[in-house]
């Protein structure tokens, strides 16, 4: 199948070279001249394992191509995806401009049948709209049919969650692109959900939004677990062994962060106050998630008395594992707010640190190390922000005795509370 990716991000470059691995012939379009001038000289925009090479094998096999103008993308290809961003509007609604824009720009371009499949998180009904977009603006009339086909991977195992899915939704108006949709994701072997393009939309939101339900919900049972003297990750198995719940994203912390939950949830609070349902339980979820930041950064305040001019490690940047990505990064805010407080900050991450020195500058309050374990070198606290699994293997010795005072606050609970006493640590985690 001949395939065109509008939009070069997350979703759009892995699904690029996704598809290109599977056998199709891809072009990925973006309007960021750069971006494509680094794409097309062997450079990767984002830190995503395996991505890389996935991308110079197709790039080589000739299955993958890149090119800054949608015309180009839209003539050589059968189906065309739109993956370009739908960011949030300052009163929580989404910005759908970028998907009207290329939708406009598509239409112009296009002389024969086309299938036209959204990939972007949208609010529902969006399909319908881009469908008289494209009607509109098309001067050839040609026949052509929209698809709603949302994304469920996770940064940081993307390639593995496009490669290995739980389920493809296809949410199309009529038969006539199943066929195709069918094609390009026969290699693949996962359910395929066909829904009409509403239903597809919501699933997208209503996905996102149990998740980061899941997490609040849990983040609330670490408050009771605290207050009752029990321990939240025994809870989590213990009810996560049930089926019907499961254990996956029941991991209590410092809250979820990232460029997905917290503008998903927002949006689909917006969605349903405009089809006049108060979905209270989401604002619940948003609300909890706050909280679960601010309960933490008490508990750093309790112990240390007064924050201001204490020298304070922290292990993680990243809004979470295996990404570089520090967009609406839960350690970022708690880094933020110690400095809001006075304290001095040495900070390591294992890929994040180059775009986390965009929003915390480097100077005399924020010191980047970069070796995971001297960064709690004369530190009052270290406090563990990000589930970076290699941070289990930071060598507690050394750090203990590097510092004034051995006080670990984890904030993902990576280490086991008795084994941080008996090596002489004073150790807070969250829920245990
Ligand atoms: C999320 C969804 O998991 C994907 O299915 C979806 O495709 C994606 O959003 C999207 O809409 O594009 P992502 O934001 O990449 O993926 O990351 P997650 O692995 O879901 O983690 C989100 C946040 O939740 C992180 O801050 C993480 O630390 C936190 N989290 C996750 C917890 O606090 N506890 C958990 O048990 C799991």
């Given at each position: ?26 072009i ?38 890149f ?9 050589q ?15 929580g ?44 603006y ?55 959900v066909?829904?009409d ?46 089926q ?8 209590a ?6 460029s ?17 349902y ?7 979820v948003?609300r ?22 204490k ?16 967009r ?9 707010h ?37 960064v ?22 050394r750090?203990?005795?590097s ?16 084994e ?8 807070k985690?969250?829920?245990?």
């Amino acid at each position: 199948m001949r395939i065109a990716i509008i939009g070069t991000g997350y979703v759009g470059l892995v699904t690029g070279a996704c598809f290109a691995d599977i056998g199709h012939r891809v072009i990925c379009v973006d309007n960021n001249a750069e971006k494509v001038k680094l794409l097309r000289a062997g450079g990767i925009p984002i830190y995503e394992p395996g991505l890389e090479d996935l991308v110079a094998r197709n790039v080589a096999a000739r299955r993958l191509s890149f090119s800054d103008t949608v015309a180009e993308g839209v003539n050589q290809s059968e189906v065309v995806f739109i993956a370009v961003p739908t960011p949030p509007l300052p009163d929580g609604s989404v910005d759908l401009s970028f998907i009207e824009g290329v939708a406009r720009e598509i239409a112009a371009c296009m002389t024969s049948y086309k299938i036209v499949v959204d990939k972007s998180t949208v609010p529902v009904k969006t399909g319908e709209k881009v469908v008289e977009t494209i009607r509109r603006y098309n001067q050839a009339k040609v026949e052509f049919d929209v698809v709603s086909n949302p994304e469920f991977l996770r940064e940081g195992f993307a390639v593995e969650d496009l490669m290995r899915p739980d389920r493809i939704v296809i949410g199309v108006q009529s038969p006539r692109p199943v066929p195709a949709m069918r094609e390009i994701y026969a290699p693949l072997e996962a359910p395929l959900v066909v829904t009409d393009i509403n239903s597809a939309e919501l699933i997208k939101h209503a996905a996102n939004s149990f998740l980061a339900l899941k997490i609040s919900y849990i983040n609330a049972i670490s408050v009771i677990c605290e207050a009752a003297g029990a321990n939240v990750q025994e809870v989590a198995n213990g009810i996560g062994l049930d089926q019907r719940i499961g254990r996956r994203f029941l991991d209590a912390g410092i809250g979820f962060g990232g460029s997905c939950f917290p503008k998903d949830l927002s949006a689909f609070i917006k969605i349903a106050e405009q089809l006049g349902y108060d979905f209270g339980l989401l604002k619940e979820v948003q609300r909890i998630n706050q909280e679960q930041m601010q309960r933490f950064v008490r508990k750093l305040a309790d112990t240390l008395w007064v924050i201001k001019d204490k020298r304070i490690g922290v292990l993680g940047l990243a809004f979470k594992q295996n990404t570089d990505d520090v967009r609406l990064s839960p350690a970022i805010a708690l880094c933020e707010h110690l400095l809001r407080e006075g304290a001095r900050l040495r900070v390591h991450d294992p890929q994040a640190m180059e775009k986390a020195k965009t929003i915390l500058p480097p100077g005399k309050t924020v010191a980047y190390v970069a070796e995971r374990d001297a960064v709690a070198e004369g530190c009052d606290a270290l406090v563990v922000a990000t589930e970076w699994p290699e941070f289990k293997q930071l060598d507690l010795e050394r750090a203990r005795r590097s510092m004034t005072h051995p006080i670990m606050f984890d904030g993902r609970n990576l280490f086991d509370p008795q084994e941080m006493e008996r090596l002489g640590w004073v150790y807070k985690s969250v829920g245990r």
